[in-house]
């Protein structure tokens, strides 16, 4: 088990969300679309040179700012 | 009785459909989050009964968290409960995430009705949904319906006057995840599919490599696409209808008035070696029609209908993820490519769109631009007639210069402007096929809405302008600004009418343009200033609406520095 952030996290693996940034208004929003700590996603790409991130959540896509996925922790095998 | 009926979800579910279903108001749909940037109203007739209806726009949960949403959750909340019932639309291939918002909806104690749209595309997706054991889950009524087709509006209607009130605890944000897991668990079936061609499609759109290949493709293609549709409605369709149909008649009028009345002169112009020419005789009733029909609406209609199916594949959140990195650097984020794209069509719903956008600065920033360097159809399609006559490479150029100025502005903008931009974070669709029927609807609206609004603006500015020039009340004007247009752009003093008329509308502005016999540089300068000096008096009281009169002086100091320095140096730089 690793501890890395959503960026790092290599394409089609999958993760646990360990930890989200702070800020109350960021954390709802993001529990709203699904995406809180104990959650599992699947990375699907990053753009390259601090652009986002896009993350499969059930069954969406979301694509989250690099400042953002940067700050959101997961574990991985 | 109930008099309202609101519709709730979360975005880009298909409210807006079910909205025209339900009360036959024509909305504008498409496959992105945040189509909706305003609250609509419209009636439903039961019989002798007339409803509100009134569409909120999409929201991922009944709290606060941002602007719409707190209009949205405001309402709701100073309504009488027996009044009316909120029809919480919920997309069926995406039961697990809408839920969230339902059960919200439903613990707050509000009257809840929930139609489960999208049901063919779920089928699709292969997934199933037993909407008898949901509505048995949630406790409320649950009816299958699909929107585009109008299935299930008829059972959904029959349902609105038995909703029931209901009471669920309200729980932790943690414990409602959960809930849904147990109610998706028993509600939902899942069969597995192999990988589609869409799904690879879909993939290969958000990664790097792939992603920008396929962006570029797109735009090049958009780009082909549009020209080849505004060129062969124009050689085909409204060149012929003006030359050979509508020349001849005209040809009888102007005979029967004399060429030295007055009224000659308004209706028919000036004839040009003795005989009408459209582009350059400057009457109401030849270069007015000849300018908004022959050369305009052809590409209003062709640009129109290439964004309405960018729209509704789903291309465009696609695009906001690959530019989002480009546009942080000036101050935005990846979703202000959707406002700046509008704005290629028409700058107003541009401007309306950066509703969207989280903060004022990003909001004065996304404005400022789309107002100076983005160029609406009308003005292009006029662009491409008088400068594509000359060279398409100098039709490039215009984009070149106004692209530069974006990225030079930008930057300035954001360097100076105190705040942040906020993070991107937004739901990527699947890719739709789209719906002819919607496509052609959508496209129908946007017509009917340049028509309505150009088309009397059209006429009162030639009307205006002839009345003047008849008088020669310009020449007291283009004295006093002789020595700019001269000295400074390099332009004759009889430029300034142009460039004034283009505060009225654009494209006629270039009309205006058109019997000056300017040289190519000219042309090319002051088409260039026409873009981006100030946008026409529409696109203004648009601007002061949405962000009030201290941030539209601030822009208007922008766009004047912006349109002398750009003016000034194309002068001095161009042979």
Redesign the interface.
């Known amino acids: 088990m690793k501890k890395i952030t959503l960026v790092q996290l290599k394409e089609k693996h999958k993760g646990v969300i360990l930890d989200i940034p702070q800020g109350a208004v960021l954390q709802n929003k993001l529990m709203s679309m699904g995406i809180y700590k104990g959650r599992e996603v699947t990375k699907i790409s990053y753009i390259g040179l601090k652009g986002p991130v896009a993350i499969k959540v059930g069954r969406s896509v979301m694509v989250l700012g690099y400042g953002m996925a940067n700050k959101i922790i997961v574990e991985t095998q | 009785m109930i008099k309202k009926i609101f519709l709730a979800g979360n975005p880009n579910v298909g409210k807006s459909v079910i909205f025209s279903r339900l009360t036959g108001v024509q909305v504008i749909s498409s496959n992105y989050a945040g189509t909706t940037i305003e609250l609509m109203r419209g009636f439903l007739k039961i019989g002798e009964e007339e409803i509100e209806v009134i569409d909120l726009p999409g929201t ?2 009944f ?1 606060p ?2 602007k719409s949403e707190e209009v949205a959750v405001a309402l709701l909340k100073e309504q009488h409960k027996d009044e009316f019932i909120v029809i919480n639309i919920v997309d069926s ?5 809408n839920l ?2 339902t059960l919200q909806l439903i613990e707050e104690g509000l009257p809840v009705l929930v139609a489960l749209n999208m049901c063919d595309e779920a089928q699709h997706h292969g997934v199933a949904i037993d909407s008898q054991k949901l509505s048995q889950l949630l406790g409320v009524a649950v009816v299958p319906t699909c929107a585009i087709t109008g299935l299930g509006i008829k059972t959904l209607l029959g349902e609105i006057n038995q909703v029931k009130l209901i009471s669920r605890p309200p729980v932790s ?2 414990q409602r ?1 959960e809930e849904i897991g147990v109610i998706v668990g028993q509600a939902q079936q899942l069969s597995h599919r192999h990988h589609t061609l869409r799904e690879l499609l ?2 290969a759109s ?3 490599f792939s ?1 920008f290949f396929i962006a570029i493709f797109v735009t090049v293609a958009c780009f082909a696409v549009v020209r080849f549709i505004g060129e062969t409605l124009i050689t085909r369709i409204s060149d012929p209808i003006f030359f050979n149909l509508y020349q001849p008649l005209l040809n009888k009028l102007s005979l029967a008035l004399g060429q030295e009345s007055f009224i000659h002169h308004l209706l028919i112009g000036d004839l040009i070696n003795g005989a009408i020419d459209f582009r350059q005789s400057l009457g109401l009733l030849t270069t007015a029609p000849y300018i908004e029909f022959a050369m305009v609406l052809p590409y209003i209609i062709s640009f129109y209908f290439v964004l309405g199916l960018l729209e509704d594949i789903g291309i465009l ?1 696609r695009l ?3 530019l ?2 480009i546009l ?1 650097r000036i101050g935005l ?2 979703f202000a490519i959707i406002p700046v794209l509008l704005g290629l069509g028409c700058n107003i719903p541009g401007i309306l769109a950066t509703r969207n956008l989280e903060s004022k600065r990003e909001r004065f920033i996304a404005s400022t631009l789309i107002s100076i360097g983005v160029p609406c159809v009308a003005l292009q399609a006029m662009i491409v007639g008088l400068l594509g006559s000359f060279s398409g490479f100098y039709v490039a150029g215009v984009y070149l210069v106004l692209f530069v100025i974006w990225l030079v502005l930008g930057t300035i903008l954001n360097y100076f402007m105190k705040g942040y931009s ?7 669709p699947p890719y739709r096929i789209p719906s002819l029927q919607t496509l052609l609807r959508k496209l129908f609206l946007r017509i009917k809405g340049f028509l309505i609004e150009a088309a009397p603006i059209v006429l009162l500015g030639v009307l205006l302008v002839n009345i003047l020039l008849y008088l020669k009340l310009f020449d007291f004007f283009t004295g006093i600004t002789a020595p700019l247009m001269h000295g400074l752009f390099g332009l004759p003093k009889e430029a300034v009418v142009a460039l004034a008329m283009g505060f009225f509308r654009k494209d006629v502005a270039v009309g205006m343009l058109m019997p000056l016999a300017l040289t190519i540089k000219q042309t090319f300068i002051a088409v260039v200033l026409l873009a981006v000096s100030f946008p026409c008096v529409a696109t203004f009281f648009v601007f002061f609406k949405e962000l009030g009169l201290k941030a539209l002086l601030k822009a208007a100091l922008v766009m004047i520095s912006v349109a002398i320095i750009t003016g000034g140096l194309l002068n001095l730089l161009m042979r």
Do not use: F, K
């Open positions: 991922y949960s709290e968290n941002s291939t995406n039961l697990e995430r969230y918002l944000h943690r995840w879909e993939d958000v990664r790097p992603g959140p906001a993820m690959l989002d990195n942080h984020h990846g906020p993070e991107l974070l937004m739901e990527i």
